[in-house]
C-alpha cells in the first residue's frame, strides 16, 4: 500500500512545485508604463554644474508669461497670459531670486541674468519636445540676435499644463556674439546661443481651468523649484 | 453414407486427441514454472515480521535528497532599507540538497527576491538636476549558492531543525523610475548566508519547511553600497 501513497505525494508535491513555480513567475514585477509616471505634480530642476551662482549679481525677468498651446495637428501657437497671472506669477519668481541675493534690474541695465516664464497649455493631450520648444522664442527675450541652449540634459518633453522658467547667463554673451549656424561655421567654438544656467518645469502647474487655481499651482511648484535648489543663491 | 461418418468421426477423434495432448504439454510446462514460483516465494520470505518492521525502518532512516521549493519574504539590510524600507513579499527559492555524510547535505540554492517601494512626493538628486514627485523603486536579488546543511534528528522524526551556510554570488539590480526617467545599477558580489530551519512531516515524503535566512552581500549597485537581507522561507521538501 506504500506504492501508492508515495505516488499521490510525488504527484501532490510535483503540482505544488509547478504552482510555487508558476506564481513566483507571475511574482515579478512589472514597471508603470511612463505616461502613468508623467501622470503626477512633478518638479524637475536643472542646472549648469559649472554655473557659479554667488558672482551673479542682478537678473531681469520678463514680464510676460508666455503660453505655448499645442494644436489638434501638433503645431504649436503661442500666446500670452492675462496681466494678471503673469503678474503673480513673474513677480512670485522675482521675488523668491530677491531672496536669496539677486537684485531684479530692468533688461538696459545689463543684467547678469534674465528670467522667462512659459506655460505648455491647449489640448488635454499633447507635448513640445526640447527642440521645438526651443524654436518658440526665435531671439532670446531681452537679447536680439540669440537663441539659447541648455548645457546640461534636458530632454524632457513638455506636457500639456507644464510651466517653464528659464534663467539665461547673459553676462558671458556680452563680450562675444554667438557662432553661426555649425553648418556654416562648424570651427567656430563659440557658443552658439545663450547658456540657461537653471530651469525648471513644473509638470501639471499650468493646468487648472481656474485662473487663480492655475496661478496658485504655478507658485507652488515655483517654491518647490527653489527649495530643491539651495546652490541658486548669492548668499 | 456410413464410410463418411466414420471419415467425419475420425476427425473429431483426431482434433480431441491433439488438444489434450496440447493442454497436457502446456500444465507440463506450467507446472514447474508455479513450483519455482513458490519456493522463491517461501524462500526469499523468510523474515519474521519483527524483523520486516526493522528492516523498514533502517531503509526509512536512511537519508534521501531533500528538494525544497519556497516562497520567500525579506526585508533590507543596511544600504537596501535604507533604499526600500518597505519588506518584499516577491520571492522563491528554490534548493536541492544531497546528503553527503549522515545528517550533512550538500547541494545548490538559488532564489529571487523582489523589492519594491513608491515613495509620496520625494526630491530625487541627479548630477546637476532634481526632480520632485513619486519615485518608483526597485531591487531585484538574484542569489546562487552551494549550500551545505546539517539535520537534525532522524529522518523519520517528525520535527527535524537544522543550520547551514551557503557561499555563492548575487546580483543585485537597482531601478529607480522617476518621471519619464530611468536609473538602474546593477552589480554581481560575494554571497555568504547563514540559515536555520525547521522541517516538519506532512506525510512520509513531503515536509513543510520554515527558515530563516540572512543574506550578506557584497554587491553595491550604484552608490548604494553592500546590499544585504534577510528572508524568511515558507516552503515544502520533497524527500522521494
Not at chain 1, 79 to 84: H, K, N, V, Y
Not at chain 2, 60 to 89: C, K, Q
Request: glycine share 8%; proline share 5%; aromatic share 14%.
Amino acid at each position: 500500500m506504500d506504492l501508492p501513497l508515495t505516488f499521490r505525494e510525488y504527484r501532490l508535491g510535483a503540482s505544488v512545485f509547478v504552482a510555487y513555480g508558476a506564481l513566483s513567475l507571475t511574482s515579478c514585477i512589472a514597471y508603470p508604463d511612463s505616461s502613468e509616471r508623467l501622470d503626477d505634480d512633478i518638479v524637475f530642476t536643472g542646472h549648469a554644474a559649472e554655473a557659479e551662482f554667488h558672482d551673479y549679481l542682478t537678473f531681469a525677468i520678463d514680464p510676460t508669461l508666455h503660453v505655448a498651446s499645442v494644436q489638434s495637428d501638433n503645431s504649436v501657437k503661442t500666446s500670452e497670459a492675462d496681466e494678471d497671472s503673469s503678474e503673480r506669477v513673474t513677480d512670485h519668481i522675482a521675488n523668491a531670486l530677491s531672496a536669496r541675493g539677486f537684485n531684479r534690474v530692468l533688461t538696459q541695465e545689463d543684467p547678469d541674468l534674465a528670467v522667462t516664464v512659459t506655460g505648455i497649455s491647449g489640448l488635454e493631450v499633447g507635448s513640445v519636445s526640447g527642440g521645438y520648444w526651443g524654436g518658440y522664442y526665435s531671439d532670446y527675450w531681452g537679447f536680439p540676435g540669440w537663441g539659447y541652449y541648455y548645457p546640461y540634459d534636458v530632454y524632457y518633453t513638455y506636457q500639456t499644463g507644464s510651466l517653464i522658467v528659464d534663467i539665461a547667463d547673459l553676462r558671458a554673451a556680452r563680450t562675444e556674439k554667438p557662432a553661426p549656424d555649425p553648418y556654416y561655421a562648424p570651427d567656430d567654438i563659440r557658443p552658439r546661443g545663450l547658456a540657461v544656467v537653471w530651469t525648471m518645469i513644473g509638470y501639471k502647474a499650468y493646468v487648472d481651468d481656474s485662473k487663480s487655481a492655475r496661478v496658485d499651482s504655478a507658485t507652488q511648484a515655483i517654491d518647490q523649484a527653489f527649495d530643491q535648489s539651495p546652490y541658486l543663491t548669492r548668499k | 453414407m456410413r464410410s463418411s461418418v466414420s471419415k467425419r468421426d475420425a476427425t473429431r477423434t483426431r482434433l480431441w486427441c491433439a488438444t489434450m495432448s496440447a493442454a497436457v504439454l502446456a500444465c507440463a510446462a506450467v507446472a514447474p514454472a508455479a513450483q519455482a514460483q513458490r519456493l522463491y516465494y517461501e524462500q526469499s520470505d523468510p523474515l519474521t515480521d519483527a524483523e520486516a518492521a526493522e528492516m523498514n525502518e533502517r531503509a526509512y532512516a536512511r537519508e534521501l535528497p531533500m528538494w525544497t521549493i519556497g516562497y520567500s519574504m525579506s526585508l533590507g539590510v543596511g544600504d537596501l532599507n535604507d533604499y526600500i524600507g518597505s519588506p518584499s513579499f516577491r520571492g522563491f527559492e528554490i534548493t536541492l540538497l544531497w546528503p553527503a555524510v549522515r545528517s550533512f547535505f550538500a547541494g545548490l540554492a538559488f532564489g529571487y527576491n523582489g523589492f519594491y517601494e513608491t515613495s509620496g512626493r520625494q526630491t530625487f538628486q541627479l548630477q546637476s538636476a532634481a526632480v520632485t514627485g513619486k519615485l518608483y523603486r526597485y531591487a531585484d536579488a538574484w542569489p546562487l549558492a552551494l549550500l551545505g546543511r546539517y539535520v537534525f534528528m532522524q529522518r523519520q522524526s517528525v520535527v527535524r531543525p537544522y543550520v547551514g551556510l551557503r557561499m555563492g554570488m548575487a546580483w543585485i539590480n537597482t531601478t529607480t523610475l522617476v518621471t519619464d526617467r530611468t536609473f538602474e545599477d546593477s552589480s554581481l558580489g560575494f554571497l555568504l548566508a547563514p540559515e536555520a530551519g525547521i522541517l516538519g512531516h506532512l506525510s512520509k515524503s513531503v515536509m513543510a519547511c520554515l527558515s530563516y535566512t540572512f543574506n550578506f552581500t557584497t554587491a553595491s549597485p550604484g552608490d548604494r553600497d553592500v546590499l544585504s537581507y534577510s528572508s524568511l522561507l515558507l516552503g515544502l521538501t520533497l524527500q522521494p
